[in-house]
């Protein structure tokens, strides 16, 4: 059986922690934020734990990050 190749888009989109949740960034801070308040270009720069679904479509693309 060959080895499952680690997808290279999810891994630099997301981590997974020790306990295994998929954490990433939220989205829409790269650009036009001239016409976005402080308090949400702040809170767009957080982390933020992705529900049970999405965490485990990226269980597929990322095979040897899991605990």
Do not use: C, E, Q
């Not at 269980?59 to 040897?64: E, I, T």
Request: charged share 35%; net charge positive; proline share 3%.
């Amino acid at each position: 059986m060959p080895k499952m190749k680690t997808h290279k888009g999810a891994k630099g989109r997301v981590k997974v922690t020790a306990r295994g949740k998929v954490v990433a960034y939220k989205t829409g801070k790269r650009h036009l934020n001239y016409k976005k308040s402080g308090k949400t270009i702040r809170l767009k720069g957080k982390k933020f734990v992705l529900f049970k679904g999405d965490a485990r479509k990226f269980r597929v693309l990322l095979p040897y990050d899991w605990r």
